[in-house]
């Protein structure tokens, strides 16, 4: 028997949703151990992809160090005007959301694709998850590398 999605994907899957804010979005991928999450519309749509390299790249574009406790210390030696930056990059973070920053372009498979070409995507396009959707697009569970890797393992 072929092995399929839905034998290896991860349900329900963690999603976000178009309005959720990038700091919303890191707290959810930190807590979860996530390095990306499918973003949903109102009727659970996927309408894009949101990773840690979407925050990461927007993150540097606003001058917030990536990954940093931005509750945390601050070196004395740090430049006054590093830290009014830092402070309106963190500020930004808090009103811009999942939309604005996610990838657009998601490539989808249904519970009934081959596990075999579910790697070949992520090979090929060098994505880390391929969400699964219903016919109608619904999201309804998530592969990832790792799941990939458990599956080849015989978990």
């Not at 949903?40 to 406790?69: E, K």
């Not at 601050?74 to 009103?95: E, F, K, M």
């Not at 790697?119 to 391929?130: F, G, K």
Request: no cysteine.
């Amino acid at each position: 028997m072929t092995a399929t999605a839905k034998m290896i994907m991860t349900t329900p899957a963690v999603s976000v949703t178009e309005r959720q804010t990038i700091k919303d979005v890191i707290e959810l991928l930190a807590k979860n151990n996530f390095s990306g999450v499918p973003v949903v519309d109102d009727n659970n749509i996927v309408v894009g992809i949101l990773s840690n390299t979407d925050i990461i790249r927007y993150s540097q574009q606003v001058s917030v160090v990536p990954f940093a406790d931005l509750s945390g210390w601050i070196s004395p030696y740090t430049d006054v005007t590093d830290l009014a930056a830092l402070r309106q990059g963190i500020d930004l973070i808090t009103r811009t959301t999942a939309a604005e920053i996610m990838t657009r372009k998601v490539y989808t498979a249904t519970e009934d694709t081959p596990v075999t070409e579910l790697a070949r995507l992520m090979s090929r396009r060098r994505i880390n998850r391929v969400p699964i959707v219903d016919a109608a697009g619904k999201l309804i569970g998530i592969v990832t590398r790792a799941d990939l890797v458990k599956s080849m393992a015989g978990e």
